[in-house]
């Protein structure tokens, strides 16, 4: 696993590079919950294009509004600590998303302390806010997003050359 200075490096690199090559923000998530089938963790780094107005303040009022109607808390996090200071034990089950744009960062975190209780953070939480930032239903679900290996070695193969 990287550690947090390797983690903030490469988050950097890639908000340049989707900033420079793709003219697009950056919303990365990471949710680490108890599901049906057992512990799930997983981490995203997603550009999201730049449009008429600021994205990332879309970005940012679409999650906290998602999220309260979901019926959780997602805090802002007022200080540069990192996910380890965050979340007490390494048991813990959170959400944790950051918005990268242009030279800031807005970073938010939902921390599930009821380790007895599911948690009540949707699984496609962070999917349903994109679809909904983006006008784009579809993108609510992963399965709808599945590309062939053409199209996956084709994109693979863009973001190398960029």
């Not at 997603?46 to 303040?57: F, N, Q, S």
């Not at 399965?143 to 199209?151: H, R």
Request: hydrophobic residues 35%; contains cysteine.
């Amino acid at each position: 696993t990287l550690g947090s200075n390797e983690w903030t490096t490469l988050l950097d690199q890639l908000t340049q590079h989707a900033s420079q090559a793709y003219d697009c923000d950056l919303y990365v998530f990471e949710r680490a919950m108890e599901t049906k089938g057992g512990y799930h963790s997983h981490v995203n780094v997603v550009p999201i294009p730049r449009k008429e107005g600021d994205t990332a303040i879309q970005l940012q009022t679409t999650m906290m509004a998602h999220a309260k109607a979901s019926g959780f808390d997602l805090r802002p996090i007022q200080s540069d600590l990192g996910m380890q200071a965050l979340v007490e034990d390494s048991d813990s089950q959170y959400f944790y998303a950051e918005i990268r744009s242009k030279g800031q960062s807005h970073r938010f975190v939902y921390h599930h302390v009821n380790q007895e209780a599911p948690s009540n953070v949707p699984l496609q939480f962070a999917r349903e806010v994109l679809a909904a930032v983006l006008h784009n239903p579809k993108l609510a679900h992963w399965k709808s997003c599945i590309l062939d290996k053409d199209q996956e070695a084709q994109l693979a193969k863009d973001f190398r050359d960029s």
